[in-house]
C-alpha cells in the first residue's frame, strides 16, 4: 500500500435516530467519538484521520483535544455521503470510513481491509467491508445487526437487517456474519456513490452499502475478529462499558 495515499474518515452525526447524541456519551473518560478517533489514529496505518460532521459541538469535541475535523457543508442522507464531500477535496487513493460509533477501533482489522486493495487482484477491488461471525441467536434475530451473505469469492451477495440465510434447511450449521459498518473505497468508488439516487433495497433496508450492489459494484468482504460493540442504543452503550473493563 506504499504507492497509496490512505485517509481514515469517520462521519459523525450528531441526531442520530435511535440514539441522538450516541456520540458525545461518555465511555469511561472519553466520549465515543473521541475513542473512535483516537483509536483510528493510533493504528498507524493512515496519511491522514479526520471526522466529518454536521455538529458544531462534535467539530468542537475533536478539535478542541487536538483532532483534525471538518464541518459537512450540506446535509446527507448517510455517511459515505458525508464523506464524499470532504474526499473530493483530498489528495488522496483510498478512503477508509471507520463509523463514529465503533470506540474499539483496532490496527489488525483495519490492516487486513486494506490488504484486500494489494496486488494485481486488488486493483479491480473499488469497494470493500467488513464481517464478523455472529453466533448467538439473539442477536442474528436482531434487526439492529445488519447480517451479509458473500459469495465463494467473498463479495457480498445481500445485506439485511432480516435473518438471511433463511435457515430452511435444519440439517445444516449455517455460517452468519454480522457486516460491520468500516468501508474502504477508492475515491472514485466513492464520489460516484453519491451521484446516484438512493436505491430501493436501499431505501426499504436503511442500510447504505446495497446501494452499491444494486448499481452492480461488487463489495469484497474480509473476515475479521471481534471489534467491539457498535453502539446503536443505549443498551449498547451499557455493553461497551462492561466490554472495556474486561479488555
Known amino acids: 500500500m506504499q504507492d497509496n495515499r490512505i485517509v481514515a474518515m469517520i462521519p459523525a ?7 441522538p447524541g450516541k456520540l458525545m456519551q461518555m465511555l469511561g473518560d472519553k466520549t465515543i467519538i473521541r475513542h473512535t478517533y483516537d483509536n483510528t489514529l493510533a493504528t498507524g ?3 491522514q484521520v479526520v471526522v466529518v460532521t454536521d455538529s458544531d459541538i462534535i ?3 475533536i478539535t478542541s483535544h487536538g483532532g483534525n475535523a471538518i464541518m459537512s457543508k450540506k446535509l446527507h442522507e448517510s455517511g459515505s455521503d458525508r464523506i464524499a464531500e470532504a474526499a473530493a477535496h483530498l489528495d488522496v487513493d483510498i478512503v477508509l470510513n471507520v463509523q463514529g460509533d465503533t470506540p474499539f477501533v483496532k490496527r489488525e482489522p483495519l490492516q487486513k481491509l486494506l490488504q484486500v486493495f494489494e496486488g494485481e487482484e486488488g486493483a479491480k477491488v473499488q469497494v470493500a467491508s467488513m464481517m464478523q461471525p ?21 463479495n ?14 435444519k440439517d445444516l450449521v449455517i455460517p452468519y456474519y454480522e457486516h460491520i459498518g468500516v468501508y474502504a473505497f477508492r475515491k472514485q ?5 453519491t451521484n446516484w439516487p438512493m436505491t430501493p433495497l436501499e431505501s426499504a433496508e436503511k442500510v447504505e452499502c446495497l446501494r452499491y450492489l444494486e448499481y452492480g459494484v461488487p463489495m469484497k468482504m474480509v473476515i475479521v475478529d471481534y471489534m467491539g460493540v ?10 461497551a462499558a462492561s466490554f472495556m473493563n474486561e479488555e
Open 13 to 19: 452525526r450528531y441526531a442520530a435516530t435511535r440514539f
Open 45 to 47: 496505518l493512515f496519511d
Open 59 to 61: 467539530f468542537e469535541e
Open 134 to 154: 455472529l453466533t448467538e441467536q439473539v442477536y442474528i434475530d436482531d434487526p439492529n445487526y445488519v447480517k451479509v451473505a458473500v459469495d465463494i469469492n467473498m
Open 156 to 169: 457480498a451477495i445481500f445485506f439485511s437487517r432480516s435473518v438471511i440465510p433463511y435457515p430452511r434447511n
Open 189 to 193: 468508488a466513492l464520489l460516484n456513490f
Open 230 to 239: 457498535e453502539i446503536d442504543t443505549p443498551g449498547d452503550l451499557d455493553k
